[in-house]
DNA sequence: CCAATTCTGGAACAAACAGTCAAGAAAGGA
DNA sequence: TCCTTTCTTGACTGTTTGTTCCAGAATTGG
């Protein structure tokens, strides 16, 4: 058994994610991976296990950053209402690179358990940080009253989605921007 | 050359179209092809060339297809903006079934010339289509007038991408419906 | 400095892959 | 009937896949 230093796998797992996020899971081979992770065939297997378990670790640790990520957005500013946006800037911002959560539930929808168990828990915690943030935007008259703040949050995941499946087919910054300001609208009180 | 009848050709690319839609390319093999369009595997490469031409041609016709049926919609009522509704109901009542188009984009970002071209083909005709309802819904005072009509264009598209990767992701048909709701909300006159 | 551990490189594996070949069945027309 | 074209079938090729095995280099700890 020949496991890799806890360093160095942190950088390695990050690379891996890197070739997965830009190529899909069938669309990444094991050559792809040691070149890109820097470490050798063996090492891969005798840590990771095998690609599956090394992709759905990928998977794992994106979610868990982008999640981490969304939320401290979320929480910046004093005004909910802000952080919200600021949230949906981010996304914007960072659009150029394919987003490996998008990717893995287009590749393999509800197939593998395993995956769909991840997802849903990230979904679960951003659900639970945003709840409280979008039930404070409410309050101070930033966010419709109408809209049930779990309504709400689908919709904010759903427009990140297509933000992101638009840039990937090619839109530019200011398209970008305006799908997140036309989002941000649907929510304004009227 | 041994080209299959035209008649079965349509229904054989229908059948390739669907495994395509479901398994993306990377993940569908030529078996699964063969075995789900009901011909040899002679008769595949001898009328559709390679699996690339094939995937391609099937890319082709269901964004062809998407295209026409969303343009019906748009048109489908005297109010423009009863026919973004229209448009937006089907994708939802649809949503079970994996999109191509968003598959393919999010498989293949702009990597391949050949069918970033046949996506901008498809972008371009529904865009022409739907500028002049959008045109007519905000003459009637039914969208708002402050946005213009290809962002507003970018944004139901954009809306429709996200709609449906909620629904591989596993939402039912009340998130997805409560999505359009609020997508066609953002554009509402204030 | 030695010995155990950890990692690398290359070779090897069976399975699956895309694509080709050739022989024959089916069908259609004369 | 016979001949030509159209299609199916199954075997075959070379490559690539994921994974394992093994010998040796590097690193580590005592």
Redesign the pocket.
Same mark, same amino acid.
């Given at each position: 058994?020949?496991? $890799? +230093?806890e360093f %160095?796998r942190d950088k390695a797992l990050d690379s891996a994610l890197g070739v997965f996020r830009e190529h899909g899971f069938d669309g !990444?081979? !094991?050559?792809m991976l040691v070149t890109a992770m +820097? $470490?050798?065939?063996?090492?891969l297997? %005798? !840590?990771f296990g %095998?690609?599956?378990a090394l992709y759905r670790l990928a998977v794992e640790r994106y979610a868990s950053a982008e999640t981490e990520a969304h939320i401290r957005e979320l929480r910046s500013s004093g005004r909910a209402i802000d952080g919200i946006s600021a949230m949906m800037n981010r996304v914007v911002a960072q659009a150029d690179r394919a987003c490996l959560g998008v990717n893995s539930i287009c590749e393999f929808g509800q197939s593998r358990p395993d995956l769909t168990e991840v997802h849903l828990a990230a979904d679960h915690r951003l659900r639970h940080a945003a709840r409280e943030c979008i039930s404070q935007a409410q309050d101070a008259g930033d966010l419709d009253q109408s809209v049930s703040p779990d309504a709400v949050i689908d919709f904010l995941i759903a427009s990140i989605a297509g933000i992101r499946i638009a840039a990937r087919g090619g839109a530019g910054p200011e398209v970008l921007q305006s799908l997140a300001r036309l989002a941000l609208r649907a929510l304004m009180p009227r």
């Open positions: 058994m020949a496991r $890799i +230093k %160095d !990444t081979s !094991t050559e +820097k $470490i050798g065939r063996q090492s297997y %005798d !840590t %095998d690609k599956w």
